[in-house]
């Protein structure tokens, strides 16, 4: 079944079949006002912060999955029969009701047909602003006037906090009052935490009825998908004082044949009368930001078709400019599609909501993981070059004076210099391990090697410049070592789902080490600081006889316990083999080529699937002595315990190419490419279930009866660093602190590429030709047709629209 499909020309994906096999989302808004809406009008809006600062309720993991959301009712007054302007709620048959949903950047469109009209309800939050758009266009195409009811229905959130909201109910359903005065609705509680006010209105038509308490709306024993009010074909003018509030206005049009109308309806976070400033101390707006306007004075300026229609011009060619710093050419469209457009938005999601709100993640989780965050910069430093420099900054200052990075960070009251030092054995081995990679990111994409001295505070005590914060992670760790040589393992590294505590020890993060190792050392000679570079030299001369000797034969273990016992060793019966330790040998380059390839060779034997590379292999069934396997909760097959995790499946695509093996790197990237059965006769869409325009965390693997079924698509690494393997090692354009290196490892059927990026401050275009169908070797490469040394453009050659021809040989 095809359930969508790209339309690359628009940046959108349509979805041309509703009942999906699960929710296909899309993201709305800004830090500042977002939410989540999806194929069905589903979802939830937040101001500032999904966890504490809830607008729009959602019951998670309900039944439907995805409601309440942004509805809007069509009734034909004439005949009473009323129908959605999305397909769910009321969710008339598929064969009678026609349904369009065209995902955007930024914005949602639900074209619906139903007894002769037509609708198409526009969604979306415009750049800057503290509100959100449900723009509904009404067409009757047909012969005969019609006149049609038109109701809304938001239902409210009674709190800021969705746990206080949602679970707190002895107390949060006294707190709301809801009225509605002057045509519009004001929502507003004065609570112990802080005064909330929203407010909804409607322009375009004149409200003809009004509904703010819920259950009034619906009625007894009604849902969302027959409302009493909508049934009955009026409103009864209910306001909430306690219980629920919703917001719901009803229009009426009259409609004459041909006609179209567009009804505007808005919701708000403020005060409809008065400007309105948030309060709530340290989780509120930042000092000095100004109020927000009021509801009126918004609707008075915003509410108009000529508005919208701009708005929403303006937010799509916003994205044009962010998605147009890299674009690609390639011989697979579907890569195309998904790196021109789907792929790179998701990393820009990621970047902005870290793991915090979408239908999986509830809101609840407001701070950073450390990790998460460093790895999340990646794949946007290009495109937004200072929001990435703001959240390093903010991660280095999460790090303590020791050397580890803080378990979560919490952006919204962080306070460097004053950060309880954790306990050792609740630092993860691997958190501030990411910073060597994200920092270089950073250099290597400005060519401001200026960074590396910059001045900034710990989070417990004391400062110290940049390269001396990465050079306290790699001290952290080689100080923390076990009678092995390798790195503790402490709380986690990497794989949440795996304790070697302070006794056993992890090869995961020994791995991450080397490479920290690797980088800082080329930042630093790159910088002149030859006495940095010959520290990192010494410390990797350090771990190499305890890298030699975690080799067990045909792959590296994954972990030792304090007693010896080996994880992820061809001994054991249970999780003989794991895929972090292998690619990260051959990402570190801290093993040889041979056995690089050696350990690559037999992920591929154990552990490769058509969906994807499987996280270990057999998965675990019994508890192991000395290192705590928390994955043990998960069936096999499901998550870490041997499901297929697309995060560390990029690593195998990078880890290959770094091999210079295109084939099978390419491979790699194929297999779990979401999009990948976009083709109508593939059935890939329903056995893969999640959106196919974006990444999930991961796929069940073979060990479980979902096998290739994903979940938790959305808020994942897998974003940034597929994005990373695919733009930097695939087609192997990386910036460096010299210039742009240009270093692909093809597939060796194609026959080139192209790609446009930025780089700073310029744009220029990379044209790789293939003739002898290879996988990697630069032959040749000129810039504006000067001819250069190696595979190196240096930054002085480039200008703004630089072509930099590079043939492969
Ligand atoms: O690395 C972690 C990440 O921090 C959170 N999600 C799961 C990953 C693997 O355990």
Known sequence: ???????????????????????????????????????????????????TGRVLRMRFNGVPVDEPGRFVYLRDDATGDYWSASWQPVGKPLGEYDARVRHGLGYSVFEAGYAGIRSELTTFIPAGQAFEYWSLEVHNPGPDARTISVFSYAELANEWSYRQDLENLQYSQYVVVCRYRDGMIHRRNSTREADS?????????????????????????????????????????????????????????????????????????????????????????????????????????????????????????????????????????????????????????????????????????????????????LAVTHAIPAAVRERLDMLLTAQTAEGGGLPLVKPLTHTPGSEPTPALEQYRSDDALWLPIAVAAVVGESGDQGYLAQVLPFADHGEATVLDHLLRALDFSLAHRGSNGLVQGLAADWNDCLQFGTTGESMFSTFLLANGLRVVGELAAAAGRDDVADRCASGLAELAPAIDAAWDGDWFIRGISATGAALGSVEADEGRIYLEPNVWAAISGATSRERAERAMDAVHEHLATEHGVALCDPPHTHPMEGIGLSLLVFPPGHKENGGIFCHANSWAIVAEAVLGRGDRAYDYYRSYLPAKGDGDADPRQEVHQAEPYVYSQFTHGPSSPRFGQARNPWLTGTASWTYVAVTQYLLGVRPEVGGLRVDPCLPTAWDGFEMTRAFRGRTVRVRVRNPEHVSRGVVSMEVDGVPVVGNLAPESMLRDGSVLDVRLG
Not at 28 to 33: D, T, V
Not at 335 to 357: E, I
Request: proline share 7%; charged share 25%.
């Open 1 to 51: 079944m095809r359930y969508g499909h790209f339309d690359d020309a628009a940046r959108e994906y349509v979805i041309t079949r509703p009942d999906t096999p699960r929710s296909w989302i899309n993201y709305l808004g800004s830090r500042l006002y977002g939410g989540i809406v999806t194929q069905n009008a589903g979802g939830y809006s937040f101001y500032r912060s999904g966890g």
């Open 197 to 377: 006010d929203l407010w909804f209105a409607v322009a375009g038509a004149d409200v003809v009825g009004f509904d703010t308490d819920r259950d009034a709306f619906l009625g007894p024993y009604h849902t969302q998908a027959n409302p009493l009010a909508v049934e009955r074909g009026e409103c009864s003018g209910s306001e909430a004082t306690g219980d629920n509030a919703c917001a719901s206005l009803q229009v009426r049009l009259e409609l004459a044949p041909g006609e179209r109308r567009q009804v505007i309806f808005c919701l708000g976070v403020g005060n409809p009368d008065e400007p309105w400033r948030d309060e709530r101390p340290r989780i509120g707006a930042p000092a000095g930001d100004p109020p927000l306007p009021p509801g009126r004075q918004v609707m008075a300026e915003y509410a108009t078709p000529e508005r919208v229609a701009a708005e929403l011009a303006a937010l799509r060619a916003e994205w044009a400019e962010r998605l147009g710093t890299l674009q690609v050419t390639t011989p697979d469209p579907t890569l195309d599609s998904m790196v021109n457009v789907w792929h790179a938005y998701q990393t820009h999601m990621t970047f902005s909501w870290s793991r915090g709100v979408s239908l999986v993640e509830a809101g609840d989780r407001d701070g950073l993981g450390y990790r998460d965050t460093a790895q999340d910069c």
